[in-house]
């Protein structure tokens, strides 16, 4: 099983909102990825968690907020965001960090902004 | 910054036909995998290479690895419609053995015509 769940499959949210993104995996992976996809563009790395403990941030605004609450679940907690941050939020978990350290990607939740 | 090049970016042939992408960069690569996606999907893995100069089959897709870890390329033999999507390969670089995210190209949107 190499499935990596996400929710919701689509969000709309206003300006002021608060809202969170979830994914989840059963595989034992012990690294999870936030990355994010404009239309007709490849993903673009925002967050790396291992071993629950954020090792990368690729210096994403700060009103997205991921959080790891155990080595199965991923959250992406956005607030204040804006129209540009509409995207397909895509999460994906990794064994370790070892090689190949192969990526599996969740099917993505689709953020609308307005 | 490690960055791959990917070709054709986009590609719309006949059924049947057979068909190359080109995944090159400067720089090499500890592992790289290609992935399928498709409209508001996640990528899904097609293949890892790992090592230099390996060839890995699946079916009609012939995936290369090159001998520097530099550069890879995939193979469609007799291409069918439902093979239509985008394809993108990502490259893993070498970060000390910890989790770390995948490079992207920018993906070949490949049409496939009855």
């Known amino acids: 099983d190499t499935e990596v769940t996400q929710t919701p499959k689509h969000l709309v949210m206003g300006m002021t909102n608060k809202k969170s993104l979830k994914c989840e995996q059963h595989?034992?992976?012990?690294?999870m990825y936030w990355y994010k996809q404009k239309a007709k563009k490849p993903p673009e790395l925002m967050f790396v968690?291992?071993?629950?403990?954020?090792?990368i941030n690729e210096s994403v605004p700060s009103r997205f907020s991921p959080e790891c609450p155990n080595s199965s679940l991923l959250n992406l907690h956005l607030h204040a965001l804006q129209p540009e941050d509409s995207a397909l939020y895509l999460c994906?978990?990794?064994?370790?960090?070892?090689?190949?350290?192969?990526?599996?990607f969740g099917p993505g939740t689709r953020l609308t902004v307005l | 910054t490690q960055l791959l090049e990917q070709s054709p970016q986009f590609l719309s042939i006949q059924e049947g036909e057979n068909l190359t992408v080109y995944c090159n960069s400067s720089?090499?690569?500890?592992?790289l995998q290609w992935y399928r996606q498709e409209p508001g999907e996640g990528p899904v893995l097609l293949v890892t290479?790992?090592?230099?100069?390996e060839v890995k089959k699946l079916k009609r897709l012939t995936f290369q690895f090159g001998d520097a870890r530099k550069d890879s390329s995939l193979h469609i033999t007799a291409a069918q419609t439902g093979d239509t999507g985008l394809y993108l390969c990502?490259?893993?670089?070498?970060?000390?053995?910890?989790?770390?995210?995948?490079?992207f190209g920018k993906g070949t949107h490949l049409i496939i015509q009855p």
């Open positions: 994906a978990s990794s064994l370790s960090g070892g090689s190949p350290d192969t990526q599996y």
């Open positions: 595989m034992g992976h012990r690294a």
């Open positions: 968690y291992s071993y629950e403990k954020l090792s």
């Open positions: 720089s090499v690569f500890s592992s």
């Open positions: 290479v790992v090592t230099g100069g």
């Open positions: 990502a490259g893993r670089g070498y970060s000390g053995g910890g989790a770390d995210g995948l490079t």
